[in-house]
C-alpha cells in the first residue's frame, strides 16, 4: 500500500497569511494525489485533482503543486472560511490512501 | 445538483450486522463508480470499497474485506454497504462518494453527509 504522509499536523495561522501543507508518497504516484478540505460535522470537499487542477468553483487563492512523490497545497491568503483541515488522497493505485490531515486553525 | 443521502448507521454490538444506503438524487447513479470511505471519530479519512457502474466489479480494503459487501441498484438510485461481523474498530462516520476514474484509481467528487455507525456492546 502507498503511505502518505503530510506535515505539519497541525498548522496556525492568520487571515491574510500564505500557508503551505506538504504531502509526500511512500512511492512515486506521478500526479494521481488529490487535496480535499473538511470542516467541523461536515463531509470532505474537492480542491485539487491531479495535483494541480483546481476543481470547478474552488477560489484560485488554493493551488496546488508537485509530482512523484512531493507534493504541496498552497493557499495564498488565508480566508477565514479556510480554517479547517485539509487531506491528500492518493489514486496511482488501490487500495486508494489518505494523509493523516493537516488542521489549520487561527494564530 | 447531485445530492448523496446515507442512512442506516446506528449502534450495534460487535459482531452484529448493519446495511447502509446511500440515497442518490440529481444524477443517474449508473454513471458513476460508487466508493464508500469512512472517517473514525477524530480521526482521518480512510477509504472502504468501490463498485463499477453496473455492479459487475467490487474492491475492498483489506480492513473489511470478506465481512462487508457493496451493492447497487441503479433502478433504484442507490447504493448500499452490508457490514457483518462488525467490530469497535469499525465505528465511523460513513461516507458514500461518486468519484472522477483515470486509468490508475480515482478521486472523490461528490460526498454524502456522512452516517454514524457505533459498534459498542
Known amino acids: 500500500d502507498i503511505q502518505m504522509t503530510q506535515s505539519p499536523s497541525t498548522l496556525s495561522a492568520s487571515v491574510g497569511d500564505r500557508v503551505t501543507i506538504t504531502c509526500r508518497a511512500s512511492?512515486?504516484?506521478?500526479?494521481?494525489l488529490a487535496w480535499y478540505q473538511q470542516k467541523p460535522g461536515k463531509a470532505p470537499k474537492l480542491l485539487i485533482y491531479?495535483?494541480?487542477s483546481l476543481e470547478s468553483g474552488v477560489p484560485s487563492r488554493f493551488s496546488g503543486s508537485g509530482s512523484g512523490t512531493e507534493f504541496t497545497l498552497t493557499i495564498s491568503s488565508l480566508q477565514p472560511d479556510d480554517f479547517a483541515t485539509y487531506y491528500c488522497?492518493?489514486?496511482?493505485?488501490?487500495?486508494?490512501?489518505f494523509g493523516g490531515g493537516t488542521k489549520v486553525d487561527i494564530k | 445538483q447531485v445530492q448523496l443521502v446515507e442512512s442506516g448507521g446506528g449502534v450495534v454490538q460487535p459482531g452484529g450486522s448493519l446495511r447502509l444506503s446511500c440515497a442518490a438524487s440529481?444524477?443517474?447513479?449508473?454513471?458513476?463508480?460508487m466508493h464508500w470511505v469512512r472517517q473514525a471519530p477524530g480521526k482521518g479519512l480512510e477509504w472502504v470499497a468501490f463498485?463499477?457502474?453496473?455492479?459487475?466489479?467490487?474492491y475492498y480494503a483489506d480492513s473489511v474485506k470478506g465481512r462487508f459487501t457493496i451493492s447497487r441498484d441503479n433502478s433504484k438510485n442507490t447504493l448500499y454497504l452490508q457490514m457483518n461481523s462488525l467490530r469497535a474498530e469499525d465505528t465511523a462516520v460513513y461516507y458514500c462518494?461518486?468519484?472522477?476514474?483515470?486509468?490508475?484509481?480515482?478521486?472523490?467528487?461528490?460526498w454524502g453527509q456522512g452516517t454514524l455507525v457505533t459498534v459498542s456492546s
Open positions: 462518494a461518486t468519484s472522477v476514474v483515470t486509468n490508475t484509481g480515482a478521486y472523490f467528487q461528490h
Open positions: 440529481g444524477f443517474t447513479l449508473s454513471s458513476y463508480v
Open positions: 463498485i463499477r457502474y453496473d455492479g459487475s466489479n467490487k
Open positions: 512511492q512515486s504516484i506521478s500526479s494521481w
Open positions: 491531479k495535483a494541480s
Open positions: 488522497q492518493q489514486y496511482n493505485s488501490y487500495p486508494l490512501t
